[in-house]
């Protein structure tokens, strides 16, 4: 147990959707909506998102986490949230709902194997779904995305915390059963961190 590093978090908190005044109506896709209906005509108006209507809710956010590490730089973890499982960026559960309980789903299980020298060149190959390993800003990536397939980073360390990075990943995005046509992210970054 001694190997074992539990976290987790709760969030509750009022959220405000105000959509601009002159935002036009039915303009924004719903393709959540529209593919679980077959369409955006058997879709209806739901095909839509509201892009007029202010809407303000209460929302609760709840993470519980678990990382193992099983020696010789091999790690492993899990981690269950609530919010809507379909929603890949939105852990937070809209309160008002008494017809329904709360979804909780896990949304990372991962590997991990990494070296982390203070000098020289340090290693990390992860699989599963894991957490964004690409540097960025939240106009990128959402801070709450996490990412399946695998990655790689190797790091140069030339002393403390400075290093300079290469980092390379294969996501799939689409597995089609029935075709060749299945479709990945494919991306590398190369990059520094000085301090």
Not at 1 to 12: A, E, F, H, K, T
Not at 92 to 105: D, K, V
Not at 153 to 182: M, Q
């Amino acid at each position: 147990l001694g190997r074992v590093r539990w976290s987790g978090d709760v969030r509750v908190r009022a959220q405000s959707d105000l959509p601009a005044a002159d935002n036009l109506p039915q303009t924004q896709l719903d393709f959540l909506d529209v593919n679980d209906r077959g369409g955006i005509d058997r879709a209806g108006v739901e095909a839509f998102t509201n892009t007029t209507e202010d809407r303000y809710r209460m929302r609760v956010q709840a993470r519980l986490a678990l990382e193992a590490d099983l020696g010789s730089g091999v790690t492993t973890g899990a981690r269950l949230v609530t919010g809507t499982p379909r929603d890949p960026i939105s852990l937070n559960q809209t309160l008002g709902q008494y017809g329904s309980r709360f979804a909780a789903a896990f949304d990372m299980a991962y590997v991990r194997w990494e070296t982390r020298p203070r000098v020289g060149l340090g290693l990390m190959l992860q699989g599963g779904r894991f957490a964004n390993p690409w540097t960025s800003t939240d106009l990128v990536f959402d801070r709450d995305l996490t990412f399946d397939g695998v990655a790689a980073s190797a790091r140069g360390y030339w002393g403390g915390e400075s290093h300079a990075y290469l980092t390379l990943g294969a996501h799939p995005l689409d597995e089609v059963e029935v075709s060749a046509d299945d479709k990945w992210l494919l991306g590398g970054q190369l990059g520094t961190d000085l301090h």
